[in-house]
């Protein structure tokens, strides 16, 4: 992040000025590289997120392609600025369409119902702020809507989405959540989704069903993030709750 600014008095003093700018398109470059490096993990890197996982993954991609693309304008106008001394127009707007462009994604995410990092703030801060009383009998209208299988299975699953489906604002669904079972959304979806596989790993009908099929059907976008998850909750991984006890001899 750093390099740049850290080699520039140092290419200044040598009289290499003309190199800052490949410093800087290599400090872009790596992180595109490492942005898009990450991303092929697919949402795992950010299950701490739990329901907001997919949408940040969809971000880190988009990030990715906008320091890519960023690295390449940058060497763009430096060499026009090497050969004529001036920026053209069109470098300009080379420059300022990308950023226009996240803007207009990440409206288009909330028009579509996906979550956002400040979305998850949000619900990170509500315990804290002050808010008026849940409106009684939600609570139980949130946990039976969010057993259904069509919004624990979801694996992009957002509060705003949920919200909707619902038809209740996402700060009343939050506020309560928080107040009457003391937990965020997302923690109440994992836990859905956890005791519904805890069902189908002990249903006699799944038992051909591997582990990352149950995964998959209760809403989890890996295995390895499922039994992460999984052992938090009970203590054991999936195969150990799976396990039928051993048959007692008889004598």
């Given at each position: 992040h750093f390099l740049p600014a850290g080699f520039a008095p140092l290419l200044a003093v040598m009289g290499q000025a003309n190199l800052l700018d490949l410093c800087l398109s290599l400090s872009l470059l790596a992180y595109a590289v490492w942005f898009g490096w990450l991303a092929r993990k697919g949402p795992a890197p950010f299950q701490h997120l739990g329901a907001y996982a997919?949408?940040?993954?969809?971000?880190?991609?988009?990030f990715a392609a906008f320091f890519l693309l960023s690295a390449v304008v940058d060497q763009v106008i430096a060499r026009q600025v090497a050969s004529s001394g001036e920026i053209a127009a069109s470098s300009v707007l080379a420059l300022t369409i990308p950023g226009l462009l996240l803007a207009v994604g990440f409206l288009l995410l909330g028009?579509?119902?996906?979550?956002?990092?400040?979305?998850w703030l949000l619900e990170q801060t509500l315990p804290k702020t002050a808010r008026a009383g849940t409106p009684e009998g939600l609570t139980e209208r949130i946990e039976a809507a969010i057993s259904e299988e069509r919004n624990y299975a979801d694996i992009n699953l957002t509060l705003s989405r949920f919200a909707k489906r619902l038809g209740v604002p996402a700060r009343?669904?939050?506020?309560?959540?928080?107040?009457?079972?003391g937990m965020t959304f997302s923690q109440l979806l994992s836990r859905t989704r956890?005791?519904?596989?805890?069902?189908?790993?002990?249903?006699?009908?799944?038992?051909n069903t591997t582990i990352l099929e149950i995964a998959y059907a209760v809403g989890f976008g890996s295995k390895s993030n499922f039994n992460k998850e999984f052992k938090r909750q009970t203590g054991m991984t999936p195969t150990e709750f799976r396990k039928p006890p051993p048959r007692a001899e008889s004598t």
């Open positions: 997919a949408t940040a993954h969809r971000w880190l991609i988009g028009a579509m119902g996906g979550g956002s990092v400040f979305e009343v669904i939050s506020v309560a959540v928080n107040d009457e079972l956890i005791n519904v596989a805890k069902r189908l790993l002990n249903d006699p009908v799944s038992e």
